[in-house]
């Protein structure tokens, strides 16, 4: 029996540079961190040779390919796994359209699990490649790689993706009180709505064909490392600020991203105290995350009455094997 557990992510700014429609052309970067709210897969032997699987369905099939959730069946594959496996997950978060990159988290968790099945160390690097290429390539999902490194890695930092398909994990390395005063300050809402990021992700893919839309990006960019330097200096006072004006630029990539619904909830934080934010994921839905001084939480709770308000800490951790029990016919 294994069980992996992985955090889901939340991104403060640059996402959509981890699109290959940006990043092969310039450097893309994006600062996010890890979360208390995880993935949980548990993987065990199954006596008789074929495969069960438990996710919001449950699939018992004879062999690999006639698996139908394209990530666990490539996931196998990659790794090298038959059958005679039983597969389950749970998650402390609607896995579905969050916006806190459950997908990925769940992929990565999956490797996790299955190579320790196997008996097999595998690196955070190596998870989050071969999630990626799990996610991008075999399974053809229009996304970028920000959420397989932030599942794998945890902790807070700037993950910069290359023209040559490299990416680089930079810890934010800062003092403890810092991370304190971010945790203390965020203020997290599941607005109820979930959504397939594939399309907005699609129609921000295509956006950067176009001039001005790379520009915003460039900027988005731009303050990811500007966040990075204003942490490392001890000061979160432009934190808010920062996120804003991400926020501004990545509304104005495409259509779909926000809504008059959306901007009339953010309105409506910043009017009650927050000094910035933005939804979570690509757009449309899932989680809102102000960046507010603690003494206004209440008062931003009372003026969103209609969102639920979800309490978020940060996870350093990454990707974990928390239960080992291996199987003493293969030692």
């Not at 139908?68 to 990659?78: D, F, G, I, K």
């Not at 290429?133 to 700037?158: H, M, S, T, V, W």
């Not at 203020?187 to 594939?198: E, K, N």
Request: proline residues 3%; charged residues 25%.
């Amino acid at each position: 029996m294994i069980l992996s557990k992985t955090p889901l992510r939340m991104s403060f700014v640059g996402g959509g540079s981890d699109m290959p429609s940006f990043y092969r052309e310039e450097q893309g970067a994006v600062l996010s961190t890890s979360v208390d709210k995880y993935m949980y897969i548990a993987v065990n032997k199954k006596f008789d040779g074929s495969i069960r699987l438990n996710y919001s369905r449950t699939e018992e099939v004879g062999e690999v390919m006639q698996l139908e959730h394209p990530l666990v069946r490539e996931a196998l594959n990659l790794v090298g796994i038959n059958g005679g496996i039983e597969i389950a997950s749970m998650a402390d978060i609607p896995s579905k359209g969050s916006g806190l990159g459950s997908s990925s988290s769940y992929t990565v968790g999956l490797l996790h699990a299955l190579y320790a099945f196997k008996n097999q160390y595998v690196s955070k690097d190596r998870l989050a490649i071969e999630a990626c290429d799990i996610e991008i390539n075999r399974c053809g999902e229009p996304i970028g790689k920000q959420d397989q490194y932030a599942a794998a890695f945890g902790g807070l930092n700037l993950i910069r993706f290359n023209p040559d398909e490299s990416v680089s994990v930079d810890p934010i390395i800062c003092a403890s009180e810092v991370i304190k005063k971010i945790e203390e300050s965020t203020l997290v809402f599941f607005t109820g709505r979930t959504r397939s990021a594939s399309a907005v992700l699609q129609s921000q893919s295509e956006a950067m064909k176009l001039e001005n839309r790379r520009v915003l990006m460039r900027r988005m960019v731009t303050l990811a490392f500007e966040l990075k330097k204003e942490l490392e200096s001890g000061d979160v006072d432009n934190f808010g600020t920062i996120l804003d004006e991400n926020w501004q630029l990545k509304a104005q990539l495409t259509s779909g991203i926000t809504d008059p619904q959306i901007d009339d909830w953010y309105r409506t934080g910043i009017r009650h105290g927050a000094k910035g934010g933005k939804l979570l994921g690509a757009g449309n839905g899932g989680f809102i995350m102000f960046f507010a001084p603690p003494e206004s939480h209440q008062r931003i709770k009372d003026a969103l009455i209609s969102l639920r308000p979800i309490k978020f800490g940060f996870d350093r951790a990454g990707a974990q094997i928390v239960f080992y029990g291996y199987n003493k016919e293969d030692v």
